[in-house]
């Protein structure tokens, strides 16, 4: 639905149009579709900008199954202004685990109570200072037990001594040396650029500039950031893939000699494929890497919300694939913390957490088992949080992001085309 040039510009409800959206798609697509228990707002230039973003769910034995089958968009004045329905195959019903064979849920929330550990932060968008809950693994519903990891993290707090010139990001014939001698890519030619597509004409497609020169380093729009990547073709495969240890060296000397001048402490998160593989799961296909999320340290041990520096160290061809760079504000003053810590903080965050039985398709190295499985999940932890300075409870505002899985598509998209 085009919305008219006089919209009124409101912010929508995330939270309280499930029962408008439920109504909506149990009449016009299907009595058997749930809608999701929260919305996520529309990014800045993206399609749905500002809207809320509903995912509808299909049911299997009365609960949802975790694959979305339809998206409903609504505006501030609650109004339906966008459907796009996906075509889902389901297993059949008698094949998949039975719900009535659950385990209480009380037993599934005292398993996620017994794991919840939280994390200071500071919400740079906001300028707040908050308590996060860490990820939280689904439960096995059969069971009670925790579902065993896909994706491991792993946390190292470090301090680098930064000695990069800074002035070679104002120059492109100096960041070329610096981006080819870092890399250690000498002989490969380097293609700068700056990003000429807002988010909505990407539409969710993984971009790169068509030029396929080796090394990519391309400045976003608003030149608020800059994303470099290096095609695989620009390095053979090794005999052995790097360990993550050598990976992690790769990351932080990348970040000490190109990104940053003077010293800096950092709280490096490495995420990579479990090495634990599940039985469902052949030796995965793609590519083995290791993310490295870089979240500057302030001094009352808050840690910035969202990574200054994202590396992703391809361990197959020994070398750095991408870094991506987004520019937050830092805060003016670190602000006296409450303490809200230990029971009373881990209580405040169950008292509003809500756990449901859901059907997911765990997903390992892009391959998912033949049939779903039956856990209890924390449908709404990524909207909890405790406000530092006082203790009080926050409601977090959940944005459209790209899920790994959709960036993957994206890539075998292009790959087909190209």
Not at 398 to 408: A, G, S
């Amino acid at each position: 639905m085009k919305e008219p040039d006089a919209a009124s510009g409101k912010l929508p409800d995330l939270y309280g149009d499930k029962k408008l959206v439920n109504d909506f798609v149990n009449y016009r697509l299907s009595p058997d579709f749930t809608a999701s228990s929260f919305a996520v707002l529309g990014i800045e230039d993206g399609q749905h900008e500002n809207k809320a973003i509903w995912s509808v769910y299909p049911t299997i034995n009365g609960v949802p199954l975790q694959k979305k089958a339809a998206e409903v968009v609504v505006n501030g004045d609650r109004d339906i202004v966008f459907v796009k329905r996906e075509n889902v195959k389901l297993p059949n019903q008698s094949s998949v685990d039975d719900p009535r064979k659950a385990v209480p849920v009380q037993k599934a929330k005292d398993a996620i109570a017994e794991n919840l550990k939280l994390e200071l932060v500071y919400d740079e968008e906001n300028g707040s200072w908050l308590y996060l809950p860490r990820t939280v693994e689904a439960v096995n519903a059969l069971t009670g037990e925790p579902v065993s990891p896909m994706r491991t993290v792993k946390e190292e707090q470090v301090e680098i001594n930064g000695q990069a010139d800074l002035s070679a990001w104002q120059d492109s014939f100096k960041l070329e040396r610096v981006l080819k001698a870092e890399l250690q890519l000498p002989s490969v030619p380097v293609d700068i650029g700056e990003e000429t597509k807002t988010a909505a004409e990407k539409n969710g497609r993984w971009d790169a500039p068509v030029t396929r020169a080796g090394i990519h380093a391309v400045f976003d729009k608003e030149k608020k950031g800059w994303t470099i990547s290096v095609d695989d073709e620009a390095r053979k495969e090794r005999e052995e893939p790097l360990s993550d240890r050598e990976a992690s060296k790769m990351a932080v000397n990348f970040v000490q000699n190109a990104l940053i001048s003077g010293k800096k402490s950092f709280l490096v998160k490495e995420m990579s494929l479990s090495a634990e593989r599940p039985k469902w799961a052949e030796k995965s296909k793609d590519y083995r890497e290791y993310t490295y999320a870089f979240h500057e340290v302030f001094a009352n041990g808050a840690i910035g919300l969202q990574p200054l520096y994202t590396i992703v160290v391809d361990a197959d061809r020994g070398g750095i694939r991408s870094v991506e760079h987004k520019m937050t504000k830092r805060p003016e003053t670190e602000e006296k913390l409450a303490s809200v810590k230990g029971k009373a903080a881990t209580d405040a965050i169950l008292r509003d957490l809500e756990v449901s039985l859901y059907y997911i398709y765990p997903e390992y190295g892009g391959q998912t088992p033949s049939l779903p499985q039956l856990v209890y999940l924390p449908v709404n932890m990524e909207t909890l949080a405790l406000n530092a300075q006082t203790g009080e409870p926050v409601k977090r505002v959940p944005k459209e992001k790209q899920t790994d899985l959709e960036k993957e598509k994206g890539k075998k998209k292009k790959s087909e085309e190209e």
